[in-house]
């Protein structure tokens, strides 16, 4: 991930610091400073240093129950608003999703009782109720009890029934086990969708940050939903299945002006550079062609401006393979090639998006959105 540090490694996930995340503790000793002073300061980033130490190892839960089921987890990223563990992938077994999204939650558990147990040895309950735990901002209140009530916070706030929360995918995987993993999706989703404008609403009233939180769980139910759908969608389904055969070519030696022509008398918006050999070279987006057209002029070489690390497929590998390329890669388009390594087709963010709308649009859910198909 852009602009992240790796500061060490588990095995095979690397741990990873957001720049962000270290600007927020220079925010937060400044903050502290000017009410309390050095000590202050240094006690809240303290503080704050704590609270993400419980962060990483809830992520770290996550990361040892995906691994319990084969799932590889890269890297965990510390941000200001959290962590965040990279799975390879999501259980679709909904028993395996519900331990993986149980077990975050559940390391909270038990640090906040270790926790209590320790303040109620130490401090015989005297400093410890339930509205000290609450007021985690009183300076008044020890690091310790302030640790505990964050921890029974992360542990409330992580179970609510909205993805991208922990609480998204317990519900997810409980409904799964009585329908489909798509349609349990849908329905947590929509759910989520309506916890997102009940605190968007609720936001306008009482704190504004509500409403921040709202949109962000909306646009993550949407964002989960449609991954699983666009997986849904190309299941058992080729890269020759989806792929665009029809498209123009630029040379090596084609000019940007070249390009401009190809652009007015067709639809695309991509053109792959290929040689002479049927290899592809690259990809020219119509932005970059605007750009270099108005920077470089119209006899630039398309090979000076156009994208060269553009993935290629074999036609006959499977779809949903060649989809994550799309999105991991963040290219325009991946490329399909035959058995010789020659140019025979295209994938593009449009006409995945075109995928998803016949597969949804379809009348038998058996049947191959692009009618060529072969059996799932």
């Given amino acids: 991930m852009p602009w992240s540090l790796t500061v060490g490694r588990l095995g095979e996930t690397a741990i990873r610091i957001h720049v962000t995340f270290l600007l927020f503790l220079v925010w937060i000793w400044a903050a502290y400073y000017r009410s309390g002073g050095a000590s202050a300061a240094w006690e809240g980033v303290l503080f704050v240093a704590l609270l993400f130490a419980c962060v990483l ?3 770290l839960g996550h990361v040892f129950a995906a691994r319990r089921y084969g799932v590889k987890t890269p890297d965990i990223t510390l941000w200001p608003f959290g962590g965040i563990a990279n799975l390879e992938r999501i259980p679709e077994n909904p028993a395996q999703e519900l331990v993986v999204a ?19 040895a130490t401090l015989g309950g005297a400093d410890l109720t339930a ?9 008044r209140t020890s690091i310790l009890v302030k640790l505990a009530g964050a921890n029974i916070f992360l542990v409330v706030f992580n179970l609510i029934p909205a993805f991208p929360m922990d609480g998204g995918r317990v519900l997810r995987a ?36 509500l409403m921040i939180i709202g949109v962000f769980v909306f646009l993550a139910a ?24 029809h498209f123009e070519t ?10 401009a022509d190809a652009l007015i008398r067709s639809t695309q918006k991509e053109f792959p550079v290929v040689d002479g050999a049927g290899h592809l070279r690259g990809v020219l987006t119509r932005d ?18 156009m994208q060269a690390d553009i993935p290629v497929v074999e036609a006959r590998s499977k779809l949903d393979a060649a989809l994550k ?43 191959h959105p692009f009618g060529r198909g072969r059996a799932g």
């Fill in 57 to 59: 190892l809830h992520e």
């Fill in 102 to 120: 149980i077990a975050g939650p559940l390391v909270n558990v038990v640090i906040a009782l270790v926790l209590l147990v320790i303040l109620s």
């Fill in 131 to 139: 509205d000290s735990l609450v007021k985690i901002e009183d300076p």
């Fill in 174 to 209: 409980l409904l799964a086990m009585r329908m489909g993993h798509a349609k349990a999706t849908a329905t947590a989703a929509s759910i989520g969708q309506g916890l997102a404008i009940g605190m968007g609403l609720l936001g306008i009233f009482t704190n504004p940050m």
């Fill in 222 to 245: 949407s964002g989960e939903a449609g991954q699983v759908q666009l997986k849904e969608a190309s299941r058992g389904l080729l890269v020759s299945d989806a792929m665009i055969t």
């Fill in 250 to 259: 630029l040379g090596p030696q084609s000019t940007v002006d070249d390009a």
């Fill in 288 to 305: 970059a062609m605007i750009r270099a057209m108005k920077d470089q002029g119209p006899q630039t070489a398309v090979i000076e401006v």
């Fill in 325 to 367: 390329l799309i999105t991991s890669a963040q290219v325009p388009a991946v490329g399909v090639v035959d058995e010789a390594g020659r140019l025979v087709g295209l994938l593009t963010p449009e006409n995945v998006g075109e995928l998803m709308m016949l597969h949804a649009a379809r009348p038998e859910r058996g049947a």
